[in-house]
């Protein structure tokens, strides 16, 4: 079962591998606390379930503990699509933090850990798995976002700040990490740290100057 998944659908693996690891940003504007948390976790699963497989198959096979735990729920799924409201998000987050437990060296392991733990209603432990990986790449400015945008949308205006601070505006090539700095110190009136940073901007040779400006008029638009 496990060889006809990796044989027939290679690509579909690449393109929600991509898909999740370049459009976290999606999450930010659809997930609101008041829609219901069981038609999110359904959607967030559909995706999830596949993701996973897209890191059996690229990570090393030999390193998951829980090769009969995958078999059984792929091929639950597959005979069955309405067992997806049976998959336990928790058996998927314990499979990823036993595989980084072995490799901590594994940014999109990371990344995929703790967006599964924050989709799935389990936000403290989303933070505590960032925090974790930030500690093996405290530079990276993707991990920096998505941290920033659970942080934001768990009400911790403050933390998403401490963290897109450490970014550099005058260097960094990753506009949405601008604007989500830019956007949050205007929503919190700090006026004099936008202006600093806006004038930053302007010394930044790898954003184009049309790109700035767009940056700029979705700040003062929002």
């Not at 700090?190 to 700035?212: R, T, V, Y």
Request: hydrophobic share 40%.
């Amino acid at each position: 079962m496990l060889y006809f998944f990796q044989k027939e659908t290679l690509n579909v693996f690449d393109f929600f591998n991509t898909f999740l690891s370049n459009n976290f940003a999606v999450f930010n504007i659809l997930y609101n606390p008041k829609i219901s948390k069981k038609n999110f976790f359904l959607t967030f699963l559909s995706i999830s379930f596949s993701a996973l497989l897209i890191y059996f198959f690229k990570g090393n096979k030999e390193a998951f503990f829980f090769e009969n735990l995958v078999n059984e729920e792929i091929n639950k799924l597959t005979d069955d699509p309405k067992s997806l409201t049976e998959i336990n998000p928790q058996k998927i987050i314990f499979f990823l933090e036993s595989k980084l437990e072995e490799n901590p060296l594994d940014l999109e392991g990371w990344k995929l850990l703790a967006r599964t733990c924050f989709m799935t209603g389990y936000p403290q432990k989303a933070e505590f798995h960032y925090t974790e990986a930030l500690k093996h790449f405290p530079s990276n400015e993707s991990l920096i976002y998505e941290y920033a945008v659970l942080k934001k949308n768990t009400d911790k205006i403050q933390g998403a700040l401490k963290l897109l601070k450490k970014v550099d505006v005058k260097k960094t090539k990753n506009k949405e990490i601008i604007y989500l700095y830019f956007n949050l110190l205007k929503e919190t009136k700090s006026f004099i740290d936008l202006n600093k940073a806006m004038i930053e901007l302007e010394s930044n040779s790898n954003i184009s100057s049309s790109e700035k400006e767009k940056i700029l008029e979705r700040v003062r638009l929002n």
